[in-house]
């Protein structure tokens, strides 16, 4: 009964309390077992709570839960425990949902692995020694061991989508300023966007619409409350152009996971869309304007950890956090101000104009969400640079500031391999409605890691 239970999506365990096939307390009880008994494994929850109502949640612990620990996988906040929620969270409650607990992640959200949590690493249910990916590792590694119904994680450059994509789950980075960022530990203010991680792209669609709408902490934040129309999830991709950046599929990128998007787009084809060539002239140089602007934003988003305000002594950050702050400060410093953060701010006016000609001719864009699966545990945890190109492909959504879903497509290795779909500012609906199409028309949704 407790297995069963946990392996329905979002809007299966809806419909089955709507029928009366069990109730909230025994749905909790079920997740609730299962996240006791496997998250030893896996290291996916920092908190567990047992709730006796409401459909049970994991929350990335960077985003703020009044009365329960939130220590954004940093030492500096072991103790903190919040006086308000996340606007999210208060979004989540009014649709009657729970908090389960609180997921492992990055410290303050730095990290493509899950291995810079201050509480120890994560590990990915497919293969317990392999990364999860990051920063959104625990939340990633609940949804696909089905310890909780859905997620909630952040994304600042790929933070939902590469641990969606390691992991086998549905990730979905909204538009910037489609949901409230209040309550979110600020990574780089300009970047980070709060968006769902689940087991099905409907289920994706549903948490976005929960969470979406204005909100007066955030003047980022849209007034429109998000809903997807539900005829359109029956609408065919006949007549949807779908655009390639040539640049994407090209040198670095693992020709097993090459030949699994290839795929995945090929079956787009066969649903009835068209696939078009395009062109990103400068994403050549994205990956260094990114690097410089959001450690920048670090820098002085961290300033207010000095031991007085917030957070305790300064040498408790871990060496990500503190190489962060300090490429950041340089690139801010006088005399270096014009050559590096002023610059990467025109390139990212360049991308955000390179993906508004792209989709003048095309209705979405895909790609690979990473250039591998995931990697062995401490593979990389030396080697930052290496560890910065694994969001090659995830950053372009964050310096443009436009939607972007990962939906499983296959395996490699026998490991999971995400798609991503790009859409225009604002338009979540088209990038849901693709990925709905293609999930509906492969089995990879019904595969799961083995976990006993």
Same mark, same amino acid.
């Given at each position: ?155 600042? %450059?790929?933070? !939902? ?9 549905? #990730? &979905?980075?909204?538009? @910037?300023?489609? =949901? ?91 649903? %009835?869309?068209? !696939? ?9 140089? #994205? &990956?260094?304007?990114? @690097?410089?602007? =959001? ?105 443009? #500031? ?51």
């Amino acid at each position: 009964m407790t297995d069963s239970i946990t392996k329905l999506t979002l809007t299966q365990t809806i419909e089955a309390l709507e029928a009366k096939d069990f109730s909230e307390e025994e749905l909790n009880n079920a997740y609730f077992e299962r996240a006791a008994k496997l998250n030893p494994k896996l290291n996916a929850f920092l908190e567990i709570s047992k709730n006796s109502c409401g459909i049970p949640a994991a929350i990335k612990d960077s985003i703020l839960t009044k009365g329960i620990k939130t220590t954004a996988g940093s030492k500096i906040l072991s103790n903190f425990v919040p006086q308000y929620n996340a606007t999210v969270i208060n979004h989540l409650l009014e649709k009657g949902v729970s908090i389960l607990g609180k997921t492992n992640c990055d410290e303050f959200t730095m990290g493509s692995s899950g291995e810079n949590s201050a509480f120890g690493p994560t590990k990915n249910p497919w293969d317990q020694s392999k990364v999860p990916g990051g920063s959104s590792s625990g939340s990633a590694a609940a949804v696909s061991a089905d310890l909780c119904a859905f997620a909630l994680g952040t994304d600042t %450059g790929g933070s !939902i989508r590469q641990p969606a994509s390691f992991c086998g789950i549905v #990730g &979905l980075k909204p538009s @910037y300023g489609r =949901v409230s960022r209040y309550g979110a530990i600020a990574m780089a203010s300009s970047f980070d966007q709060i968006g769902p991680m689940t087991k099905s792209v409907e289920d994706a669609a549903l948490v976005l619409e929960w969470i979406s709408g204005s909100d007066a902490y955030d003047s980022n934040c849209i007034s429109v409350k998000w809903k997807m129309e539900n005829e359109k999830w029956k609408e065919s991709l006949n007549g949807l152009k779908v655009g390639m950046p040539k640049g994407y599929f090209t040198d670095g990128l693992d020709p097993k996971v090459k030949v699994v998007i290839e795929a995945a787009i090929k079956k787009m084809q066969e649903l %009835g869309a068209e !696939i078009v060539e395009i062109s990103l002239p400068s994403t050549h140089y #994205g &990956l260094a304007a990114y @690097y410089i602007l =959001v450690p920048s934003e670090i820098s002085s988003n961290y300033a207010r950890f000095d031991g007085i305000r917030f957070g305790g002594k300064r040498d408790q950050f871990g060496q990500e956090v503190k190489r962060r702050i300090m490429l950041g400060t340089y690139s801010l410093s006088s005399g270096y101000y014009d050559d590096y953060y002023a610059k990467a701010a025109k390139v990212r006016t360049l991308i955000r104009q390179d993906f508004d000609k792209a989709f003048q001719k095309c209705d979405v864009m895909v790609s690979p969400v990473s250039p591998t699966t995931a990697w062995s545990l401490g593979e990389k945890i030396d080697d930052p640079l290496t560890m910065y190109l694994s969001d090659v492909y995830t950053i372009f959504a964050n310096l443009a #500031g436009i939607p972007a879903l990962s939906v499983p497509c296959g395996f490699s290795d026998n490991l999971p391999v995400g798609l991503q779909i790009l859409g225009k500012y604002m338009d979540e609906e088209t990038i849901l409605k693709v990925g709905y199409a293609y999930e509906q028309a492969t089995e990879w949704r019904k595969e799961k890691p083995v976990l006993q």
